[in-house]
């Protein structure tokens, strides 16, 4: 595997195409294509958090799409339960010295809204779900294979079930009216003004998190991760601290899920019940294995179509029959992922016309 | 007390359909090492494909072509996908029944639509009541608690005295030695799965009067079945009967401590507790059985 790959190129490149993008869809008057996009993007960074615990580190986890609604749900219910009712109590009184609540008018009757602010609630729903994948993760990651799978999918299934019957988290409507993030005159909302401003901030928050988490992966403990992956034992005994790695992998990818959870609630001005369902978290393993794997950019892209893809209606009814599709046809035609069963097929098709050469197989 | 029956009947009836599937577990994950995620879509399509048939044949006969049809399916589930993929890593094999469960469902959602369906009663109707000891119990609820009793020891026997079951039980000890002796370890895989598949529908079709038959029920009940399987120690399908049966209890009881719409949530918090705490299973012993690294 080529680990030394220079990365700014391929920013650059995103970055072109993402303003081609978006100057090509303005010029062409279809600007409502760059809402879709822009929910894509922030799917996609749940997918690369997945791709580095499940690609890099080899472990599996059903439970992203818990993860994800964790984020949702704690900043879309601390951004719009009212704590008029709390004033004059010393916590709260504190909380509104440190300037961390803000009022606004209820649209219907005019009454006092009194609310935690968005920023502090966009970092609360992280820690809190950070804690949770720490706390769910030390006794879940000493499983190994489908024993782990089971578990982070009890889990899921699980946040699911109390999401749904809880009446204070909107049980089956889920929650509504969530207000704007803004921090510094950037605004992540939904109206249709900021619309294309929204869109750059998706993929600046995607490309900032494509370089860390690349970064990560190049690092020693990048290293370390394929180590975990090949061999657990082998890693071991040359002192990679397996336990602890791969709990602070998993709670990465927790936070990664969070965080796009958060924005997208904000983006959306809401978030429902269906965000945690076993369907959401297969997608996004199917979109890990439909990237390769171990292949961030690659996760960033095929999961950016085809979420945007699933999200303008292209797939009808089969939406969901088309993620398993490809589960089945990548584990069954294209293992290494897309990208390396074509640079596979292609060096196979040169050779037959180029005698003495040996067809190079990629490295697994 | 009479409450207190009521619900030990129901938690008994669930119970021993989450036995089934648990056993179904097992018998793939013995021959084959997959845990194959998609086992309640066995329950699901065995279920349907009886409902299908039932509009034109008699009710016995159309289950017995729909068990039929599904274990012919499961057959070609491993002749297709799992034959050639043997050498592949777990997380492939995660990924591939996953994969499975979901097309399976979408499948069955472009056949039979969303429409919640049931099978007619196999003796008398919804309103038709049997006491037992003071609890009032449908009809359907016997043939369920016979169904499942008659298959566990069927299943006992074909194990311990069949030329063929003693075979199957041979692969899963020692596949290599096996095939020194002359059997066939692919074709034993093969049955493996059909056996499983065919359970499954079995399951599918008894219950389908009381609890219907909807193209989602697949995932949940497979969690369920797991738990199950998890709780006996997945590699005994005798122990998986009870762990089925203390799955459905603990659900069926849970209901009158806490609301019924987290009636689910015990049978997850169960899993997660065993994996987390006795990943081995109530029965099974620690050693030998390798589920945790370190």
Redesign the interface.
């Known amino acids: 595997m080529n680990t030394t790959t220079r990365i700014w190129p391929r920013l650059a490149a995103f970055a072109a195409a993402a303003i081609v993008i978006q100057l090509s869809l303005s010029a062409a008057g279809k600007v409502y294509y760059l809402t879709q996009l822009t929910m894509a993007v922030y799917y996609a960074i749940v997918v690369m958090g997945l791709s580095l615990l499940?690609g890099y580190a080899?472990q599996?986890s059903?439970g992203q799409g818990a993860f994800f609604a964790i984020g949702g749900y704690t900043s879309a219910f601390l951004t719009t339960h009212n704590m008029a009712g709390y004033r004059g109590a010393v916590w709260f009184d504190l909380l509104d010295k440190c300037g961390v609540i803000v009022s606004r008018k209820n649209l219907y009757d005019d009454t006092l809204v009194l609310t935690v602010a968005p920023w502090l609630a966009f970092i609360m729903a992280i820690l809190l779900t950070v804690v949770i994948a720490a706390v769910i993760g030390y006794?879940?990651l000493?499983?190994?294979?489908?024993?782990l799978?089971?578990?982070t999918?009890?889990?899921g299934?699980?946040i699911h079930?109390?999401l749904?019957?809880s009446p204070a988290l909107g049980a089956a409507d889920g929650i509504t009216g969530v207000p704007g993030l803004s921090v510094g005159g950037l605004a992540v909302s939904g109206k249709s003004a900021v619309r294309v401003q929204n869109y750059y901030i998706a993929w600046a928050v995607a490309i900032a998190v494509l370089v860390l988490l690349r970064n990560l992966v190049e690092s020693r403990m990048g290293r370390a991760l394929r180590a975990i992956h090949d061999s657990?034992a082998a890693a071991?005994a040359m002192g990679v601290n397996?336990?602890k790695l791969k709990l602070e992998v998993f709670m990465v990818s927790a936070a990664l899920a969070a965080m796009a959870g958060s924005l997208l609630t904000h983006y959306n001005e809401g978030i429902g019940p269906s965000e945690s369902s076993?369907?959401k978290s297969?997608r996004y393993?199917?979109l890990v294995?439909a990237g390769g794997m171990a292949n961030l950019e690659g996760a960033l892209v095929v999961s950016t179509l085809l979420v945007f893809l699933s999200l303008r209606g292209w797939f009808g009814?089969?939406d969901?029959?088309v993620?398993?599709?490809?589960?089945?046809a990548?584990?069954?035609l294209a293992?290494q992922g897309p990208f390396r069963q074509l640079g596979l097929w292609m060096n196979r098709y040169r050779s037959l016309y180029k005698p003495g050469k040996e067809a190079r197989g990629g490295a697994s | 007390m009479v409450q207190a029956l009521q619900y030990f009947f129901s938690g008994v009836t669930v119970g021993s359909v989450y036995a089934i599937v648990a056993i179904g577990f097992n018998i793939i994950y013995s021959a084959t090492g997959v845990l194959n995620f998609a086992q309640g879509e066995f329950v699901m399509l065995g279920g349907m494909v009886a409902i299908t048939l039932a509009s034109f044949l008699p009710v016995p006969v159309a289950v017995a072509v729909a068990v039929a049809i599904v274990t012919l399916f499961g057959c070609g589930l491993e002749l297709v996908f799992f034959r050639r993929l043997r050498s592949h890593s777990v997380l492939h094999m995660i990924i591939i029944t996953i994969g499975l469960s979901i097309v399976i469902q979408e499948l069955a959602l472009h056949v039979w639509d969303e429409k919640v369906r049931s099978l007619p009663y196999f003796t008398g109707n919804e309103a038709s009541s049997v006491k037992l000891v003071g609890a009032a119990l449908s009809p359907q609820v016997i043939w369920v608690l016979g169904t499942a009793g008659v298959v566990v020891m069927l299943l006992q026997l074909f194990y311990k005295r069949t030329l063929y079951g003693r075979a199957m039980r041979a692969c899963s000890s020692n596949p290599e030695a096996a095939m020194l002796v002359g059997i066939n370890t692919g074709n034993m895989r093969t049955a493996a799965f059909g056996l499983s598949a065919g359970l499954g529908a079995l399951a599918g079709c008894v219950i389908s009067p009381i609890s219907m038959t909807h193209y989602e029920m697949g995932p949940g009940l497979a969690i369920k079945g797991f738990a199950a399987a998890i709780l006996g120690g997945l590699g005994n399908p005798m122990a998986a009967v009870a762990g089925g049966l203390i799955v459905g209890l603990i659900e069926a009881f849970s209901v009158s401590v806490i609301p019924s719409a987290f009636k689910d949530v015990a049978a997850f918090a169960i899993l997660l507790a065993m994996l987390f705490l006795r990943p081995h299973g109530l029965f099974g012993c620690p050693s030998g059985v390798s589920v945790r690294e370190v």
Request: charged share 5%; hydrophobic share 60%; aromatic share 10%.
């Open positions: 499940m080899g599996v059903l006794p879940s000493r499983l190994r294979g489908h024993y799978a089971m578990a999918l009890g889990f299934l699980i079930c109390i749904i019957g657990e071991s397996t336990p076993a369907f297969v393993l199917a294995a009814t089969y969901n029959a993620f398993g599709i490809i589960l089945i990548i584990v069954a293992p």
